[in-house]
């Protein structure tokens, strides 16, 4: 019994876990998807430096999803990780690129242009990479003997290549929102044209997924179609209009923080979204969250320490925005 | 790391999750954030927080790195001496007893052995840098103070470290006699066993060949004793040893170096004795010579315990072979390679701008080689443009 719900608070927690890396992230990895339609070194700096104080933290967030799945769903982690295979190195090979392309671009004037294809690929694998991932584990993972039991590129589908280009244009989104937050000038003008672009193309591929997810499964098109979960059908395609009208309205009305707010909007819709189609599932259609958890002896010896440190890292995380808040302005030498 | 487990040892991850997964987790959770929040504002922040706070948040870096080491160090030494644990129906360790996972018989001589390695890898590299700019300018007060402090922490700690290491090998012939047999190179079980200083394992012909032997040393070392009894890696099935030659040949460079590193401190001792530490060039040339000898070390360390624990990832319970996932030999091999490469091309490029900033000459107010070109809040190392960051989440 009481297994049963120290695993439901650790699926809570890690997919906490998972949305917080998402929307931080997202918008740094965005700023390297960004990068193409920037050309100008003094563009590109403006837009490191608006984030270098905190990608770090951010990532770390992927780290506590990785090791934490191990250490509280440790047969999801071990047979999920072998089906995504050859995405999750891919992932980790373009995160490599984005990490130490932010400080080597500056180390180099021969070789800048090379590190910031290296920042701008780098961050365009890792999301597609992961858009793909997302993909197909919404698609499924065939499991025998606690052992992925499927083929090396099950997860190459069009569904997944739909869902790798929806990311795209989601950090994309959230990236153009981040620079309209922390820049000013053209750059911002810049991005709020990018931002409505981006904006549409990620609503529209979140409809087009929306669409086609209840039809993979019939676990999914229950789950939507039928009481009482359906109410949540009802709702979140509300919202999204919401948070859309949100994103349109601040782009056109020169606000700052509301657009990137809406931007994270859509992305906690979207995550709610996945998580209502998964329940009880941690890997769908294979493992619940029960089968898939560890004994209690590691859930609850965790989870004190993470129920303690979670709102501490929260609070230190959030004071290193509140030190680097405001506009990145490179001329005042940014001290 | 973090993600490792799961792609290429799915199996050990399945089995050995619900112990070592907690221990990564704390890892994360009071490690890695800590130093990973704390960076920005100890690389761009002092401006913005203030000097008290700013070291608080460098402290906060360092602290960080300490915690992780010890966590990650918990997690390594359980699968070297594993305790505190039951097994299920489904194969999986069960934890039972987590002060005993944690605090494993080898874990303190393990964590004290690394964090030690750790402080004099970094003295010695600080060390060559201050030589060389001492050696370009006696009077240089930046480099001055690099070296001084560099080789006090040789002198100082690397006898602590060789006694650490000392203890840390008779622990692990109490556990792991087989991974002492195959560092020794001893084949036979004998008494008055001899230290064999050079030679060639072969673990075919059962013998290590062209060995030059010290008699009875090898004892005494190890039992403290001269005619006690050391075991040889023949008092083990074959299928329950390591292989002998790298661990014997990896121990060797290590042991050696360590031994450089304490002539070194002690040198400097006489010299600082002498007043002759920031005139000696052979003192110099020595210190910047063994600039490298701490990474050395410290691989060559990780590669005789991690390769003497084989045949098993967790210690005489589950086997290497065991412990994959379920993936084909291409994807591995390809993964392998990918990395290969991309580790070669990105720490090659980071080791050269990492020797260009060393060959500079230090100043404490960083300035950048460009006219007008801004620094790091913390003015330690120049940076070409406008401060950017160094993540350290590669190795996760």
Known sequence: MLGVELSFIWAGLIAFAVLAYVVLDGFDLGIGILFPLFPETHDRNVMTNSVAPVWDGNETWLVLGGGGLMAVFPLAYATVLPALYIPIILMLLGLIFRGVAFEFRFRTERWRGLWDWGFALGSIVATAMQGIALGALVQGIRIENRQYAGGWWDWLTPFSMLTAVGLLFGYALLGACWLNLKTHGELQAKARRIGMVTGVGTLALIGVVSLWTPFLEPIYFERWFAWPTAVFSALVPMLLAVCAFGLWWGLTRDKHLLPFLAALGLFVLSFAGIGISFYPYIVPGALTITEAAAPDESLGFLLVGALFLIPIILAYSGYAYWVFRGKVDPSEGYH | ?396
């Open chain 2, 1 to 396: 790391m973090s993600y490792q487990f799961g792609t290429n040892w799915a199996t050990f991850s399945d089995k050995a999750g619900p112990v070592i997964g907690p221990l990564m987790g704390y890892e994360v959770l009071t490690a890695f954030f800590l130093e990973a929040g704390f960076l920005g504002i100890a690389l761009f922040g002092r401006q913005r927080v203030g000097n008290g706070l700013h070291m608080f948040a460098v402290a906060m870096v360092a602290v960080g790195t300490l915690v992780s080491a010890t966590w990650i160090l918990a997690a390594n030494s359980w699968m070297q001496t594993p305790a505190g644990f039951a097994m299920n129906a489904d194969g999986q360790f069960i934890p039972t007893d987590w002060w005993a996972i944690i605090f494993n018989p080898s874990f303190p001589y393990r964590l004290v052995h690394t964090v030690l390695a750790a402080f004099l890898t970094t003295a010695f590299a600080v060390g060559a840098v201050g030589a060389l700019h001492l050696m370009r300018d006696r009077d240089n007060r930046h480099a001055r103070i690099m070296f001084s402090m560099a080789m006090w922490m040789a002198a100082l700690v690397t006898p602590v470290q060789i006694f650490v290491g000392d203890l840390h090998g008779l622990n692990t012939l109490e556990h792991q006699p087989a991974k002492i047999a195959a560092m020794e190179g001893h084949y036979e079980t004998q008494r008055g066993a001899p230290l064999i200083l050079f030679g060639i394992p072969d673990d075919e012909a059962e013998e290590t060949k062209f060995a030059l032997e010290i008699p009875y040393l090898g004892s005494l070392l190890l039992t403290h004793e001269l005619d006690g009894e050391v075991k040889g890696l023949k008092a083990f099935p074959k299928d329950e040893r390591p292989p002998a030659l790298l661990p014997f040949i990896t121990f060797r460079v290590m042991v050696g170096l360590g031994v450089l590193m304490l002539l070194v401190g002690l040198w400097s001792l006489w010299a600082r004795f002498r007043k002759t530490l920031y005139t000696s060039t052979w003192l110099h040339r020595a210190a910047l010579l063994m600039g490298p000898s701490g990474f050395v070390a410290v691989l060559a360390g990780w590669y005789t315990t991690e390769v003497g624990r084989q045949p098993y990832t967790v210690y005489g319970l589950l086997r290497t072979s065991d412990s994959l996932s379920n993936v084909d030999a291409e994807a591995v091999g390809a993964s392998l390679i990918a990395f290969i490469i991309v580790y070669f091309f990105v720490f090659g490029a980071g080791t050269f701008y990492i020797l260009r900033l060393m060959w500079k000459s230090p100043t404490s107010g960083g300035g950048g080689e460009l006219a007008g070109a801004p620094t790091r809040a913390a003015g330690i190392t120049p940076a070409i443009q406008i401060e950017a960051t160094g993540g350290d989440n590669a190795g996760r």
